[in-house]
């Protein structure tokens, strides 16, 4: 396997094109929130995610038992990005020998509720021993009407759920040693972080009727999935910047509020793109959940923004993106 440059974007290319052995069950493979295999005449998507000490959460920082919760919510919102209900959860996880009883208990304590939340059973995984917390977990979710990031077309409207940003501010604040239970306005950012919330009601929603042409999960950030979705559905973007929704607490809080909602990234809400045609339909979900219209496909490659003062300016992808501190060879 050639590496062109050692960037997630290319090796996961890399991967792509040496693994793409085709499979009468396999419906979808590399290069989506999941992959999609038919078994019994049922749909179901699988989905795998790290979350490492030291890049992904600070020990010190993150109480466990809302890590245990985010190890699976965040596997569940790749679920729900495909239209789906997660079912069934494996868990790998290894730490530290010296590490306290306490800790493990408060972190499958919260692995627990978020499972009996979502309806997910623990059915098996693996124990280790290692200098740093390291989590693994996969999920196998059903799915009747699988929604992909191919299917997005020029005209299309661009939406994401709830608000974003707030993920980011949260990270800030815990950095900056604030603490649950102290500010309303502090917790609801603190939250965003610790436990986000996958938004499989929505999920399931858009892809009863298939009235969302493509979707991704925003993880690494809005323009980084963004980018994402378009390089699949082979278009371009235009987004309004004053459409982007923002929640009070992080307008108030934070001057770079708009740069937290394009870069920040760990919001873990949906953004979707719908044909016009199907525009009604979805606007109607407003009466269940928070969708807001912030843009448009576009034909090209390339994604704009028009800014507060109505110019048009690229976007460049500026959330997370693993490797991007390694030279490249």
């Not at 809080?253 to 937290?260: G, L, N, P, T």
Request: aromatic share 8%.
């Amino acid at each position: 396997m050639r590496i062109r440059k050692l960037t997630e974007k290319n090796l996961i290319q890399a991967i792509r094109e040496n693994f793409s052995q085709k499979m009468e069950d396999l419906l979808l493979g590399i290069g989506d929130d999941a992959a999609v295999i038919e078994a019994g005449g049922k749909k179901f998507a699988i989905t795998k995610d790290l979350l490492i000490e030291d890049y992904h959460f600070r020990a010190s920082l993150n109480p466990p038992y809302f890590l245990g919760r985010k190890s699976l919510s965040v596997n569940l919102s790749d679920i729900a990005a495909m239209g789906g209900r997660g079912k069934y959860a494996l868990l790998g996880l290894s730490f530290p020998a010296s590490i306290s009883k306490q800790w493990v208990e408060d972190f499958f304590s919260g692995f627990e509720s978020a499972a009996k939340e979502y309806g997910v059973a623990l059915i098996g995984g693996d124990i280790s021993e290692a200098k740093k917390i390291m989590i693994s977990v996969s999920v196998l979710g059903e799915v009747k009407n699988i929604i992909t990031r191919r299917g997005a077309q020029p005209g299309d409207e661009i939406f994401v759920s709830g608000t974003l940003g707030n993920a980011k501010a949260g990270m800030i604040l815990l950095e900056k040693k604030h603490k649950l239970g102290r500010e309303e306005s502090v917790d609801f950012l603190l939250m965003a972080f610790l436990d986000p919330v996958p938004q499989l009601g929505l999920g399931e929603a858009l892809a009863q009727e298939s009235l969302a042409s493509a979707m991704i999960d925003i993880s690494d950030g809005l323009s980084v999935d963004l980018h994402h979705l378009c390089e699949e559905s082979g278009c371009g973007a235009e987004l309004e910047l004053r459409k982007i929704p923002i929640s009070e607490q992080l307008f108030v809080s934070h001057k770079k509020a708009h740069d937290f909602a394009l870069h920040g990234g760990e919001d873990y809400q949906l953004l979707f793109t719908v044909s016009p045609q199907k525009l009604k339909s979805v606007l109607e979900l407003r009466e269940r959940f928070v969708v807001t219209s912030i843009g448009r496909m576009i034909p090209g490659k390339r994604i704009y923004i028009i800014d507060k003062k109505g110019k048009r300016k690229l976007v460049k992808e500026m959330g997370y993106q693993h490797f991007s501190k390694l030279r490249k060879t």
